[in-house]
């Protein structure tokens, strides 16, 4: 039976601010990756980085939000507890994914302030971080695309992680996360299965 002190679900504001960013994420790789159909300095292709700018920027507001949600609401326990060493990996990868979420985004404007362009959010131009310097730009966009790419890798795990438990493990893991109104689908489908 569950408590007030020990929800079975994370809270609406947290569930919320994670699949936004996951929809952030999936159209900042989607622009960075998608900019290659088009010829280098096409408005299109600049369009494509800009939106990447900004949307990457968006995303570290939100875990700007999120970090202090965490704290601020509990996490609810999986059900059945997963082994100590699942529990370890688990928080190991979400340290991982939240030092991503922050430093992919501060990386990108340092980037940009390092090769001396404007850092664009939505009608205003923040700071730079640093000055120009270009060849720091270079060793830092070559660092952020490395970065990126282990990105890629983080967020699948992380999927992966979440459906293991689900299909595999059969405990509540990815439920926690779910939407209100996906439960009863989400019920539904382990009943028949």
Do not use: C
Request: aromatic share 10%; proline share 8%; no cysteine.
């Amino acid at each position: 039976m569950n408590t007030p002190h020990a929800p079975s679900r994370y809270h609406g504001l947290s569930i919320s601010l994670h699949w936004l960013t996951l929809l952030l994420l999936v159209a900042v790789y989607a622009l960075i990756e998608l900019r290659e159909m088009y010829p280098k300095g096409s408005e299109t292709r600049e369009l494509m980085k800009h939106w990447h700018f900004m949307l990457g920027l968006v995303v570290f507001a939100l875990v700007l939000i999120r970090l202090p949600a965490r704290a601020l609401f509990r996490v609810p326990p999986i059900t059945p507890a997963p082994p100590a060493w699942q529990e370890w990996l688990a928080k190991s990868m979400h340290l991982a994914l939240y030092v991503f979420l922050v430093g992919m985004p501060l990386l990108g404007w340092i980037v940009l302030s390092a090769k001396g362009k404007p850092v664009p959010f939505f009608g205003l131009t923040l700071p730079p971080l640093v000055a120009p310097d270009k060849a720091l730009a270079e060793r830092l966009q070559d660092l952020h695309a490395l970065i990126g790419t282990i990105g890629y890798w983080l967020i699948g795990l992380h999927a992966a992680a979440a459906l293991f438990h689900h299909y595999v493990s059969r405990d509540d893991t990815l439920r926690r996360m779910t939407l209100r109104g996906s439960n009863a689908a989400v019920d539904e489908r382990d009943r028949s299965a």
